[in-house]
């Protein structure tokens, strides 16, 4: 090979040079290197590299390794000396808080301590060809910088609490587990941690009872896995991995490295490695095994909906798992041997039972401890199948082993007294079901049983079988039922035939067959490529003025107000070793990066004869780029205004959800067609004609971010979201382009309503809905739509229950059946701004569907805050039947006040209000939801009003669990819609509020100090 054909090129034995040169403490690894001279892209040197390989003389020595090339960037030494100091003090203050481990806190710390920072920074690719193909993640190389090749490592070294090295031959497929235990044979770790060649760190658990599928080391890998009884804190474990990272490839010159021990045993076979433990659903739709329930969670994110049979019970199940620790669902059970009711009144139609479920995990399973979890079926239900249980699971490789109590149905067969007595006589008796719904004050009474299984997982993946003690004897059905019950003792099997199907059988009670299937998917990861956008525009260098007179001010922008409206700032502080590593040491935030540009010097004021002379700026076709960011966007502009070095663009009703990727290509626009002086974009949002949100984009640092890769020391916003600018501050930038919003709009699309559970089966309507709004002012506006009900069967329905309260919703039958076209909504809104927190909107009309009237809402948020609280009051009629402009005798008024609370904590919301409801009841309706960071929402709600349970009906109180998601999730291309599905166990007149269009919390999510936080889950990858 042609060594010199790259400036700086040289083998191992040169790099005495580049120490004394660069003052780098480079790791003494066989290899090629490049000593970087002058800027240049990595990964042009990389693919000649290639070329110059394929074109030399075979070589004798080891071959290349570009899975583990090294950039060594003399810029990053700071931030990485003070990430080392940190880890040096984390470590010392864990020998202070235990001295009983001390000697390993010591050894560890002198392990890291004799080592020293490198400027490493991980490449996503060591393929010169790929990274020439993706410039964001091509770093461009400055002086000073160091690239290295090594050779292919043959071993791979685990890090030892001891303050030892274990240098391994490599062996293909070996686990990080049996390099760990070729060290020492009674190791005991639970989690490892691998530094791969290539600078990512990956954490596994590796133990028996905590197993997963995990990647390889390949060779070249550090593994650090201290035994469980050492008790390292996960976070220092990560950064002890990390830091050995920076060091490039484990195997090195230093003949202290050279390979101490040999594999014990071979490696296990592709076939036998270790595999994700299987999480499945049983006979009730919850984790389990049939009948019974485990202590086992689904990740967070998780939903299902599954059916299972077994005579005489068909149960249809929804669950899901909004955090890792709660699973809620709602089940609707077909009893097959008892009717619904009359049969001149509900025909041949078998009973339909509502129930929801709840399970709270007490605490995680540990290497000794088994998972706990506490579990009630049927909460708030009719109560026909109710039962509480604890339960623990312990898992054991593929097996899973589960025990628990349970009380009431799960518990029937009664063959233990209940422990609970014994702090109360009253835990020995509970009563039966009133089939009202209401909150038991039998939770966890009577007699017990204990129940139990295992889960086999075999070594065909796809396959799991399961075996089970019931602890119900089936001698207490509901309705005074009793069923065959020949052995205690269920047996299955389920058969994961997709990645989202699993199909289930099972022989149960000793005499009937089970049935069954389940539909899942983790919704936190939905997303669907956007095909559909419009191609993305090629990314471009900023255009460059001619001359710029650097006398001029750089922007007269802080004139407007220096807290509203400044660029994103791009100087990157220096970090002194010394500092305070904690701020060296911060936590990674999603943020594009930029290097400090050094501006030349100005002109003294008053010397005329430095200054540079100014060339005319090409001239801006304005309507081209609001074209081009309409195009891209599909966000409509309505001015841009210029002031300095800074432009302004206002947006009318933005339509994303994603808000980070539609700034994105609107930047790339901008960047491409704006005037070569202008530096900062602000993008300022206008919802229903109120500013909610600016967002400020530094232009170099934009271009920067997708033009090379940037390392952390460089790290700056590039987008900043900040409050918007008020209609002064607007109104005194010069406008370059106005454009009048758009005055009309419309869409036809399919409408769909259902209900299932009454008497009358599964009821649905299938319609055309055609919508349309008339813009009146910036701020005003009349909305409606007009429904044609293509097909129903809603002619079936009759409400189960009679209720005393006025028929606010029960007499839905008359209003989907009496027309086949009507008008859902007809409304006219004004919107505006009271002050800087202030909102409000005052609307009339045909409201909903079944209420017209007027109305008013205030909304106090302040910008950023995760708190707002809201008033609204509605003075409503009832409608006609026929949803036209007729209208019933029923009047009241209808409002509330709402907290709403944004709790910061695992993306977790709470919303209280209190008010009068539509029956002239008053209560409080309490709703918890989760939404997950592609913007898919879980929650649940109850409304509890002073109307009895009697006077309510079946259910006792209004209650549901919704899934709501926006279609950005499903759909090719991006759009700010979103969907809802609501369950709700049964329709009744208590706590029924008015479904209000345009609620102001929505109409400003904007201002939301989360909104670039929403994206595609292929954003963190």
């Known amino acids: ?358 399970k709270l995990r007490l605490w995680k399973e540990s290497a000794y401890i088994p998972e706990v979890s506490v579990g009630v079926r049927d909460l708030a239900g009719t109560g026909l199948f109710s039962g509480e249980y604890v339960v623990a699971s312990k898992r054991t490789g593929d097996f899973d082993w589960s025990a628990g109590l349970g009380w009431g149905y799960v518990g029937n067969r009664g063959n233990l007294p209940n422990p609970l007595s014994i702090a109360s006589s009253r835990f020995n008796n509970r009563t039966g079901s009133d089939g009202t719904g209401t909150l038991s004050n039998s939770y966890f009474r009577g007699r017990t049983s204990l129940f139990g299984g295992v889960q086999y997982q075999t070594p065909i993946d796809k396959l799991i079988l399961k075996l089970e003690y019931d602890g119900n004897n089936y001698q207490h059905e509901p309705f005074g039922e009793t069923l065959k019950d020949k052995s205690p003792f269920n047996v299955g099997f389920v058969y994961r035939a997709t990645s989202y199907l699993d199909l289930s059988a099972a022989f149960e009670r000793g005499s009937r067959l089970m049935l069954g299937f389940s539909l899942h998917g983790n919704f936190r990861n939905a997303e669907t490529m956007k095909v559909g956008d419009p191609k993305p525009l090629p990314i471009t260098p900023p255009p460059v003025a001619s001359k710029v007179n650097m006398a001029a001010p750089r922007s007269e922008l802080s004139d407007v107000s220096a807290a509203n409206f400044a660029p994103a700032p791009t100087d990157v502080k220096e970090v002194d070793a010394s500092a305070t590593p904690a701020v060296a040491n911060a936590p990674a935030t999603r943020t594009l990066h930029l290097q400090p540009v050094v501006m030349p010097e100005p002109t003294q004021a008053g010397d005329q004869t430095q200054a540079p002379i100014v060339a005319p700026e090409p001239a801006t076709d304005w309507h081209k780029l609001a074209d081009d960011l309409y195009a891209q966007m599909h966000w409509r502009v309505v001015s841009v205004r210029r002031r300095g070095e800074d432009l302004l663009v206002e947006f009318d009703n933005p339509d994303a959800f994603y808000i980070q990727a539609t700034l994105d290509r609107g930047a790339n626009v901008l960047n491409r067609e704006a005037p070569a002086g202008i530096r900062t974009f602000t993008l300022q949002v206008r919802q229903r004609g109120m500013a909610t949100a600016t967002y400020t984009i530094n232009r170099d640092a934009w271009y920067a971010s997708h033009a090379r890769v940037v390392t952390p020391s460089e790290s700056t916003p590039v987008v900043v979201q900040r409050p918007p600018l008020t209609t002064q501050q607007v109104d005194g930038i010069d406008q370059v382009f106005a454009e009048a919003p758009k005055r009309f709009s419309g869409s036809i699309g399919p409408g769909y309503a259902q209900s299932f559970g009454g008497p009358n089966g599964f009821l649905y309507e299938i319609s055309a809905v055609a919508s349309g709004e008339m813009r009146l002012t910036r701020t005003s506006w009349i909305a409606g739509a007009i429904n044609f009900d293509l097909l129903d069967n809603y002619g079936k329905y009759k409400a189960d229950t009679v209720s005393s309260l006025p028929p606010v919703r029960t007499d839905i039958r008359q209003y989907v059946t009496s027309s086949r076209v009507t008008i859902p909504m007809l409304q006219a809104t004004k919107v505006g701004r009271v002050g800087e927190s202030g909102f409000y909107s005052v609307y009339g009309g045909l409201l909903e569907s079944m209420f017209a009237g007027v109305g008013a809402e205030y909304l106090y948020r302040p910008y950023g805050s995760h708190f707002a609280i809201g008033i609204d009051g509605n003075e409503v009629q009832q409608r006609g039947f026929r949803q036209d402009f007729s209208m019933l005798s029923y009047r009241t008024f209808t409002g509330h006040i709402t907290a709403y609370w944004d709790t910061g904590w695992q993306g977790i919301q709470a919303n209280v209000s209190f008010g009068r409801y539509l029956a002239r009841d008053v209560g409080v309706t309490v709703d918890v939801s989760r939404r997950f960071r592609n913007g898919v929402t879980m929650g649940a709600y109850f409304t509890k009003t002073n109307v009895s349970s009697a006077q309510f009906g079946e259910g006792s109180f209004d209650k549901g669990i919704y899934l709501s998601f926006p279609f950005d999730i499903m759909l090719s291309r991006s759009t700010g819609d979103s969907g809802r599905a609501l369950w709700e166990p049964l329709l009744r007149d208590g706590g029924a509020k008015l479904n209000r269009a345009y609620p102001l919390y929505n109409v400003t999510d904007m201002s939301d100090p989360r909104s670039l936080w929403y994206g595609p889950p292929s954003i963190g990858k």
């Open 1 to 358: 090979m042609n060594k010199d054909r790259f400036p700086g090129q040289r083998r191992a034995t040169y790099l005495t040079t580049c120490l004394i040169a660069c003052g780098l403490p480079f790791p003494a690894i066989a290899g090629e290197s490049l000593i970087v001279t002058q800027p240049m892209h990595l990964g042009d040197w990389l693919a000649g590299r290639v070329n110059a390989q394929a074109t030399a003389a075979p070589q004798t020595d080891n071959p290349l390794y570009p899975q583990g090339v090294s950039w060594f960037a003399h810029r990053e030494l700071a931030l990485q000396e003070a990430q080392r100091q940190q880890l040096l003090l984390d470590i010392g203050a864990l020998r202070d808080k235990d001295p009983t481990r001390s000697i390993a806190r010591d050894a560890v710390y002198g392990l890291v301590d004799a080592r020293s920072a490198t400027g490493r920074v991980s490449l996503k690719s060591g393929d010169g060809r790929w990274l020439q193909g993706n410039p964001a993640s091509d770093p461009m190389l400055q002086p000073g910088d160091i690239v290295k090749i090594p050779d292919r490592p043959q071993t791979v070294t685990v890090i030892r609490s001891t303050g030892s090295l274990c240098v391994i031959p490599f062996q293909a497929n070996a686990e990080a587990l049996h390099y760990v235990l070729a060290c020492n044979s009674h190791a005991s770790p639970d989690t490892a941690w691998i530094a791969q060649p290539d600078g990512t760190v990956s954490r596994f658990n590796i133990a028996l009872w905590n197993r997963e599928q995990q990647d390889a080391p390949a060779p070249g890998a550090w593994i650090w896995a201290p035994d469980r009884g050492e008790q390292w804190p996960d976070d220092i474990s990560q950064r002890i991995a990390t830091f050995f990272a920076t060091q490039g490839v484990s195997e090195t010159d230093d003949p202290r490295m050279r390979p101490t021990v040999d594999m014990p045993v071979p490696p296990p076979s592709m076939a036998a490695r270790s595999r994700d433990f299987p999480i499945t659903g049983g006979d009730w739709g919850s984790v389990g095994i049939l009948q019974t329930p485990t202590a086992r969670m689904n990740p967070a994110g998780e939903a299902s909906f599954s059916v299972s049979t077994v005579n005489p019970y068909t149960r249809i199940n929804v669950m899901m798992q909004p955090v890792d620790f709660l699973e809620f669902g709602f089940r609707y059970t077909d009893i097959s041997n008892q009717a619904y009711g009359p049969a001149d009144w509900s025909g041949s139609q078998s009973y339909k039972d509502k129930s929801v479920d709840a």
